[in-house]
């Protein structure tokens, strides 16, 4: 029945527009977007919300789509009240920095994702920010969708726009909506995984160059941050999608299940390359410490070897430093040069010996 679903929703999108701008902001200042859709079809023009919902539910047919971003406590609450929403939902979507999960309550769904974005970068430093997250907040219901956005990033724009290009695929109810939401974050994850797959594979490069301290710790210790930062968005989010894939509720149809089945196989995949991500930076940094073990072991055998050097004149000079009137050699006219070139040969053969045995 949405066997175009995923097609629809994948399809490339050139012109990526960014609904939060207040230029496309009319119905307030934290509603982005309200739009009606019968038969997957879109309304002509916005509209306040409550005239959304009463041309929805007078027909019988289609739903509501409010986006908001970042909303107040006092902006949402008329909303609340409208949809019947309830209240630790509610708290929850207006405060951000919620872990990702999908609760039922009554005939609502409501759904936490985890947004991220990688952050360009001309070099990675030990301060570099690498991946930056935000929240995107559903609530779904039988003819309603309520999206709400926190962060600077993760708008919602382009996908509707995608999904408006494909009536039939509106047509299939909020849930196909919730679908569509869920499988754009993981393909965000899954581009933000390879992005971040390039930093590692530079700093790997630089762990095991000549130059060993370029690669510094700090840029490995830092890319380990961030990648727990990624781990933390995509791995909670396994749970919720299983939830919805293999859960049977009222707003999530079987054929609607089976893709969020591919959904969440997509997203394990992710979660282990974030943790096998992990582990290479722990053998990397490993790599990284045992080099500087060796390097400065090396300078410690230069430093040892050297000093052994210096030690021969040093010692012949403090024998002839000392006031005895009865000494070797001390009255002879060749002497001084004997003793000179004594300690030059002496120190040529040590010299010889440590190069022999890779000291120097």
Request: charged content about 20%; some cysteine; overall charge negative.
């Amino acid at each position: 029945m949405i066997s175009n679903l995923r097609q629809a929703v994948r399809r490339p999108h050139q012109h990526a527009v960014d609904l939060s701008h207040p230029a496309r902001s009319p119905l307030g200042s934290s509603v982005v977007n309200c739009v009606a859709y019968l038969d997957g079809t879109r309304q002509q023009g916005n509209c306040p919300v409550e005239e959304a919902l009463q041309q929805v539910r007078k027909s019988g047919d289609g739903f509501v789509w409010v986006g908001l971003h970042e909303p107040t406590q006092e902006e949402f609450v008329g909303l609340a009240e409208l949809f019947d929403l309830h209240p630790l939902a509610v708290e929850d979507a207006v405060h951000a920095h919620q872990r990702p999960k999908v609760e039922q309550y009554d005939e609502v769904l409501f759904a936490v994702f985890k947004t991220v974005c990688y952050v360009e970068h001309a070099e990675l430093t030990a301060t570099s920010e690498v991946v930056d997250t935000g929240e995107i907040m559903v609530f779904t219901g039988p003819d309603f969708v309520i999206t709400i956005r926190h962060g600077r990033h993760g708008s919602l724009g382009p996908l509707r726009e995608v999904l408006e290009a494909t009536p039939g695929q509106l047509a299939k109810g909020p849930a196909a909506v919730l679908h569509a939401i869920a499988d754009h974050v993981v393909d965000v994850y899954l581009g933000v995984v390879d992005a971040v797959q390039d930093d590692i594979d530079a700093v790997e490069s630089a762990v095991f160059t000549e130059d060993t301290a370029h690669a510094d710790a700090g840029r490995i210790y830092q890319l380990k941050r961030e990648l727990l930062e990624l781990k933390r968005a995509a791995a909670p989010l396994d749970r919720p999608l299983q939830k919805l894939a293999t859960q049977s509720t009222p707003l999530i149809g079987p054929d609607i299940r089976a893709y969020f089945r591919d959904v969440a196989d997509h997203l394990e995949r992710i979660t282990e390359q974030i943790a096998s991500f992990d582990a290479l930076l722990d053998s990397i940094l490993q790599a990284h410490l045992a080099q500087v073990t060796v390097a400065q072991n090396e300078d410690m055998r230069k430093i040892t070897a050297w000093a052994a050097i210096i030690a021969v004149p040093t010692m012949v000079c403090g024998v002839y430093g000392m006031n005895f009137d009865h000494m070797p050699e001390l009255r002879w006219t060749y002497g001084y040069p004997c003793t000179l070139g004594v300690i030059a040969i002496a120190c040529v053969l040590v010299h010889r010996g440590f190069r022999r045995n890779g000291w120097l």
